[in-house]
């Protein structure tokens, strides 16, 4: 579907912990510098398509920097907000009335 990467392409963006490669030439390069995420790179290729920009790609495992196919869900950005905002809600106990509450 397209080229193969080499490991020496991929970098790690340092403020985001998501791999990447420069590749301006490429169908999900944001056009200003070439830029492609390794993620949504390997999404696609596992698709058979190239992912549109309202598509997002999740990290089933929540490791960044593990961009197996297998571990990696593309959907809309409700869905992918949905699945983080549950993620960050923990079960608390109330230590006044014993009360199952989420936080």
């Not at 301006?24 to 390069?29: A, D, G, I």
């Not at 297998?70 to 907000?81: F, R, V, W």
């Amino acid at each position: 579907m397209y080229r193969e990467i080499k490991q020496e392409e991929l970098k790690v963006d340092k403020a985001l912990d998501y791999i990447y490669f420069i590749d301006k030439e490429h169908p999900l390069s944001s056009k200003s510098v070439g830029r492609v995420y390794y993620h949504r790179h390997v999404a696609a290729i596992k698709e058979g398509r190239w992912l549109t920009s309202e598509e997002h790609v999740h990290h089933i495992d929540e490791n960044k920097l593990n961009n197996e196919p297998s571990n990696l869900l593309i959907l809309t950005a409700k869905e992918h907000g949905r699945i983080h905002q549950d993620l960050l809600c923990e079960e608390a106990i109330c230590p006044v009335c014993g009360s199952v509450f989420i936080q």
